[in-house]
């Protein structure tokens, strides 16, 4: 338990900032940096659907429905913070279901 509250403790953001393509980057109280596209947020969403889809083998349709995803450019519309442990991001697609812990973000990053 100690263990993780130092890591947690270790890796906050001190500043998060909007990029061009509609990503985020974030300045961490580590030392590091990491730059966000819109894109891998998405495709690394930790919500239940997303992870469920990630897990599952997909069969290419060639009559197949496009997605939202798949005409809108791919932006980080906005971000609420979850307490103090997470954040709450919201895409142009209309997707907003994962809580991205700040542990999570900074492991992706």
């Given amino acids: 338990m100690r263990e993780r509250e130092n890591r947690l403790s270790a890796c906050r953001p001190l ?13 961490w109280s580590d030392g590091t940096q ?8 998405r495709d690394a969403c930790p919500c239940a659907t997303c ?7 997909t069969e290419t349709n060639p ?23 997470a954040y709450k991001i919201f895409f142009s697609d209309g997707h907003d279901s994962g809580i991205y812990t700040l542990e999570y973000l900074h492991e992706l990053g």
């Fill in 15 to 27: 500043a998060i900032r909007r990029c061009r393509d509609g990503g985020i980057e974030i300045d």
């Fill in 34 to 41: 990491s730059v966000y596209s819109p894109q891998f947020l």
């Fill in 51 to 57: 992870r469920e889809k990630r897990t599952v083998p």
């Fill in 63 to 85: 009559l197949q429905v496009l997605q939202p995803s798949d005409v809108v450019e791919m932006a980080v519309s906005a971000m609420e913070p979850v307490g103090q442990y």
